[in-house]
């Protein structure tokens, strides 16, 4: 059964610090890999989703990194700013599962202070 | 207006009661899916159905009933609810003809079982 877990599941750093997010899955066998951002009262915003064949994904100061072998992922926010603050949670497509069968991780709590 | 509307965005019932969430879409989009979040388990899908005719049991379905009215309505039910599914609860869209196919989020609706 695919497992996903998430380290650490609190951080807080000083504006503009450079940090990282750690997602693990111990099975390997994945269609892609999502990462997300939850805002209090709000629902889920994807960020970013690396297919099983891709190594990495940027979209502005975010960079998602794949490795399969590893079953591991991570997201890097470069230059943090307080509107970052947000849980970030890492989700996992199984092949052979429907798209929206998502394996979640509990999520990291970032608070990025001023 | 939101493209995944939740109603109610909070609800508190007693014990046994029967309750109904609702979830609407305006994004056109064939697969809706219904989970759950509880603090320190993360998202688990309850239920998704594919199309109007098409009904899946997710990991944790026991307990709770849907109904595809309309491509752009899911309804999730609780029979008799009861303590254990106090939980905030998500509705989500995705559309398989998209590449990739990323989920759409509601803003979720919280719901409290005295």
């Known amino acids: 059964k695919q497992e996903v877990t998430q380290i650490p599941a609190a951080l807080s750093v000083p504006e503009g610090e450079n940090l990282v997010l750690n997602c693990s899955f111990t099975?390997?066998?994945?269609?892609?890999l999502q990462w997300f951002r939850q805002d209090p009262g709000k629902g889920l915003t994807s960020l970013l989703l690396?297919?099983?064949?891709?190594r990495e994904q940027t979209s502005g100061r975010l960079n998602a990194s794949l490795d399969k072998s590893s079953g591991r992922s991570t997201l890097y926010i470069a230059a943090s700013q307080p509107g970052d603050s947000a849980t970030y949670l890492c989700?996992?497509?199984?092949?052979?599962?429907?798209?929206?069968?998502?394996?979640f991780g509990k999520g990291t709590k970032l608070s990025v202070k001023p | 207006d939101a493209d995944v509307t939740q109603t109610p965005r909070n609800r508190i019932t007693k014990t046994g009661k029967r309750i109904m969430l609702e979830c609407s879409q305006t994004?056109?989009?064939?697969?809706m899916y219904w989970y759950r979040q509880d603090p320190g388990l993360g998202l688990r899908l309850i239920y998704y159905?594919?199309?109007?005719?098409?009904?899946n049991k997710g990991e944790i379905s026991d307990g709770y009933s849907v109904s595809r009215q309309a491509q752009a309505k899911f309804s999730l039910s609780l029979e008799s609810a009861i303590p254990n599914q106090t939980a905030l609860y998500f509705c989500?869209?995705?559309?398989?003809?998209?590449?990739?196919?990323?989920?759409?989020f509601g803003s979720g609706t919280q719901l409290s079982v005295l």
């Open positions: 989500a869209t995705s559309d398989p003809g998209q590449e990739p196919e990323k989920l759409f």
């Open positions: 099975d390997s066998a994945i269609y892609n």
């Open positions: 690396i297919q099983s064949s891709q």
């Open positions: 989700a996992v497509a199984n092949y052979g599962g429907s798209q929206g069968n998502l394996i």
């Open positions: 994004k056109g989009h064939d697969r």
């Open positions: 159905s594919f199309d109007v005719k098409d009904i």
